[in-house]
Nanobody
Framework: QVQLVESGGGLVQPGGSLRLSCAAS????????MAWYRQAPGKQREFVTS???????KYADSVKGRFTISRDNAKNTLYLQMNSLKPEDTDVYYC???????WGQGTQVTVSS
């Protein structure tokens, strides 16, 4: 059974940091491209960042220089370090793996004073 389980979300003040984790099971983690997406209510899910098998990364312009994606293939875990958080980063963050495409259940990140 394939599972992608996110954790680490929560409430943080503007300028603060959070680290999200995505624990994967039932997939060949090291062979998958892994990514983070986010979605606000009533909006389309948007790409945040990805990391491929060679650990080559891509970032949305809105998070470049603030977010860092990484993976630990020994632990089958994906990470997202989020620094200098802004209120506009408030969203549900989803872990994504492919191929084939699989989604986690999401974790809420709220940036507010």
């Amino acid at each position: 059974q394939v599972q992608l389980v996110e954790s680490g979300g929560g409430l943080v003040q503007p300028g603060g940091s959070l680290r999200l984790s995505c624990a994967a099971s039932g997939i060949s983690f090291s062979s998958n491209v892994m990514a983070w997406y986010r979605q606000a209510p009533g909006k389309q899910r948007e790409f945040v960042t990805s990391i491929n098998r060679s650990s080559t990364t891509k970032y949305a312009d809105s998070v470049k220089g603030r977010f860092t994606i990484s993976r630990d293939n020994a632990k089958n875990t994906l990470y997202l370090q989020m620094n200098s958080l802004k209120p506009e980063d408030t969203d549900v963050y989803y872990c994504f793996a492919f191929p084939p495409p699989r989604w986690g259940q999401g974790t809420q990140v709220t940036v507010s004073s």
